[in-house]
């Protein structure tokens, strides 16, 4: 290293050290108790804290507005009430009602999807008798409140098509990039 570029390095650091000095003391500032938390509580005793929690929809199903999907082939958000409608039970599925693709049509719901009517396992079509595993819907689809975050969600989905924001296409997708021997 030429001696030029040592003092050029030995100045980076004395100012990097200076910086470090400067946060070190600027830290020594502290927090109190109820100012550490996201919630600004104090945290040895939360009890009263109720987390905010918003509305449900209460539009009913044909009225609401479809919510855009997350991220491409995400499950979508139920836009409308499902008050009455839970607990799904085993001889009991309201969902289906509108659902199932036989229905959908006419009850002017989104027809389940293809996916849904395939065991993944075993790659078996199972002829449009829903799998099992689908059966509880709410397990991975929910409805959506609105409520303030306390802490900002920065993400942004990404979507190849435009029309990936209000529909799947999974049963085409599942497989790419994949290539068997
Ligand atoms: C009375 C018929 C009906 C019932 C019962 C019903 N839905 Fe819906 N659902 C609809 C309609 C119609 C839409 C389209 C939005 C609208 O018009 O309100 C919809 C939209 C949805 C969507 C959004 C689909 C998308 O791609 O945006 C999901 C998810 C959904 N429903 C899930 C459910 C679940 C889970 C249940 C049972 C807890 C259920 N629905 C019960 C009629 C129904
Ligand atoms: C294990 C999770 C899971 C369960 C359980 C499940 N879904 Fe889905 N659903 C998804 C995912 C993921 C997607 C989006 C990708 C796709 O189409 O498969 C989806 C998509 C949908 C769509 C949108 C279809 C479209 O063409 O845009 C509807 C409607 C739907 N599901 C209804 C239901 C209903 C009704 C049930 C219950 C009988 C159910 N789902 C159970 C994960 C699930």
Same mark, same amino acid.
């Given at each position: 290293?030429?001696?030029?570029?040592?003092? &050029?390095?030995?100045?980076?650091?004395?100012?990097?050290?200076?910086?470090?000095?400067?946060?070190? $003391?600027?830290?020594?500032?502290?927090?109190?108790?109820?100012?550490?938390?996201? +919630?600004?509580?104090?945290?040895?005793?939360?009890?009263?804290v109720?987390?905010?929690?918003?509305?449900?929809?209460?539009?009913?199903?044909?009225?609401?507005? +479809?919510?855009?999907?997350?991220?491409e082939?995400?499950?979508?958000?139920?836009? @409308?009430?499902?008050t009455g409608? &839970?607990?799904?039970?085993?001889?009991?599925?309201?969902? &289906?009602?509108?659902?199932?693709?036989?229905?959908?049509?006419?009850?002017?719901?989104? %027809?389940? %999807?293809?996916?849904?009517?395939?065991?993944?396992?075993?790659?078996?079509?199972?002829?449009?008798?829903?799998?099992?595993? +689908?059966?509880?819907?709410?397990?991975? @689809?929910?409805?959506?409140?609105?409520?303030?975050?306390?802490?900002?969600?920065?993400?942004?989905?990404?979507?190849?098509?435009?029309?990936?924001?209000?529909?799947?296409? &999974? $049963?085409?997708?599942?497989?790419?990039?994949?290539?068997?021997?």
């Amino acid at each position: 290293m030429s001696a030029k570029k040592s003092i &050029l390095v030995g100045a980076v650091i004395a100012i990097v050290m200076a910086i470090t000095a400067e946060g070190v $003391i600027a830290q020594t500032k502290t927090l109190t108790d109820e100012e550490l938390g996201i +919630r600004k509580e104090t945290i040895y005793d939360e009890g009263t804290v109720k987390p905010e929690h918003g509305e449900y929809s209460r539009e009913t199903p044909g009225k609401s507005k +479809r919510i855009e999907r997350s991220f491409e082939n995400s499950p979508p958000l139920i836009p @409308h009430d499902i008050t009455g409608m &839970l607990p799904i039970a085993e001889t009991n599925n309201i969902c &289906l009602g509108c659902h199932m693709p036989d229905a959908a049509r006419s009850m002017g719901a989104v %027809p389940i %999807p293809k996916s849904h009517f395939m065991d993944f396992e075993t790659k078996k079509d199972l002829k449009g008798k829903l799998d099992g595993k +689908r059966y509880n819907c709410v397990q991975c @689809h929910v409805p959506q409140t609105e409520t303030a975050p306390p802490v900002k969600n920065v993400f942004k989905g990404e979507f190849r098509e435009k029309k990936g924001k209000f529909r799947s296409n &999974l $049963i085409d997708t599942l497989n790419e990039g994949v290539t068997a021997e």
